[in-house]
């Protein structure tokens, strides 16, 4: 966390806000790309999971109907 300490010369000087709103400004962003990266691997994952499950699922279905065991060791 970035603390700023204001003194009375710095309390009103366009230059400290600037750099208090800079620094918010990059906390943001990182927050963002954090969050974007998160929720990129996130669906990635989850992609990766299910619809590998999902296709297997509809391959056992297509086993069952030609009179087959239907399950077969899913993982």
């Known amino acids: ?3 700023f300490t204001a003194t009375k010369e710095t309390e009103w000087s366009p230059g400290f806000h600037n750099a208090v709103i800079g620094a918010a400004a ?3 962003r990182f927050v963002r790309d954090a969050v974007i990266r998160w929720t990129a691997m996130l669906h990635s994952y989850l992609n990766d999971r299910f ?3 999902a296709a297997r ?3 056992t279905l297509r086993t ?3 009179g087959r065991p239907w399950r077969r060791d899913l993982d």
């Open 1 to 3: 966390m970035i603390a």
């Open 51 to 53: 619809v590998e499950t």
């Open 64 to 66: 069952a109907a030609l």
């Open 57 to 59: 699922r509809r391959s």
């Open 26 to 28: 990059a906390k943001a």
